[in-house]
């Protein structure tokens, strides 16, 4: 069935350093990656996105990366700060709104200061 | 503009007994999601409503139903609960246009099973 695998499932980074968590998908028909940033006691919340027709993008320190032939999508966080700290989720959807979104496992990310 | 809020935040049950959980979607939002998401796992989908018509499922069994109501809140019941739907539950709304893939998630409604 489809899924999506991610790793590390934990990360820990001195503050400052880049943190770059890796994610793979199997349906070749997903045409939108979400990255979710979720904090104790909260829902996901995302903080970026991607698209199939689009290889890259970057907002400030965050920049995702997508290998649709690999099937691979990647998330980069640069100049790491201690409120970083959380678990981030991929995950990959193939219509609309949310429609049966596969999500990865998570990773939880530990910024020392 | 207000955001997606979920009731109740804790709720402990016994096996075999039925719960509801709500939610009330983001302004202006016509669709609504519900997830489940097992201590450190990631969010699985369970089923999606559009106005009103549920519009897809994940693999869960029949006794995971839900609701949407005209004004874009929403329900999912449970019914005879097992020791394995101990989770935290998430509603996501959205605007499902060609433009926006955008879920909003709420805060979850943690249940326990007994």
């Known amino acids: 069935g489809e899924n999506v695998e991610q790793h590390p499932s934990t990360l820990s980074v001195q503050e400052g350093d880049s943190a770059v968590i890796k994610c793979t998908y199997s349906d070749s028909a997903s045409n939108y990656f979400p990255w979710y940033k979720q904090e104790l006691g909260k829902g996901p919340q995302l903080i970026i996105d991607?698209?199939?027709?689009?290889g890259e993008k970057k907002d400030q320190r965050i920049a995702v990366t997508l290998n649709k032939t690999a099937k691979h999508f990647s998330l980069h966080i640069t100049e790491t700060q201690p409120e970083d700290s959380a678990v981030y989720f991929c995950?990959?959807?193939?219509?609309?709104?949310?429609?049966?979104?596969?999500f990865g496992a998570g990773t939880r990310l530990f910024v020392k200061a | 503009e207000t955001g997606v809020t979920q009731s109740p935040t804790h709720l402990i049950k016994t096996r075999g007994q039925q719960v509801t959980l709500r939610c009330s979607s983001q302004?202006?939002?016509?669709?609504v999601s519900w997830y489940q998401q097992a201590l450190g796992q990631g969010p699985q989908f369970i089923f999606q409503?559009?106005?009103?018509?549920?519009?897809g499922r994940g693999n869960f069994p029949p006794r995971f139903s839900g609701l949407q109501f005209p004004n874009y809140s929403s329900e999912l019941n449970v019914n005879a609960l097992e020791l394995d739907d101990s989770a935290l539950y998430l509603c996501?709304?959205?605007?499902?246009?060609?433009?926006?893939?955008?879920?909003?998630f709420g805060p979850g409604t943690r249940l326990t099973v007994l």
């Open positions: 991607i698209r199939s027709n689009v």
């Open positions: 995950a990959a959807s193939k219509s609309t709104g949310g429609f049966k979104t596969i």
């Open positions: 302004s202006g939002h016509n669709t």
């Open positions: 409503y559009y106005r009103e018509e549920e519009n």
């Open positions: 996501a709304s959205s605007w499902v246009d060609r433009a926006s893939n955008e879920q909003f």
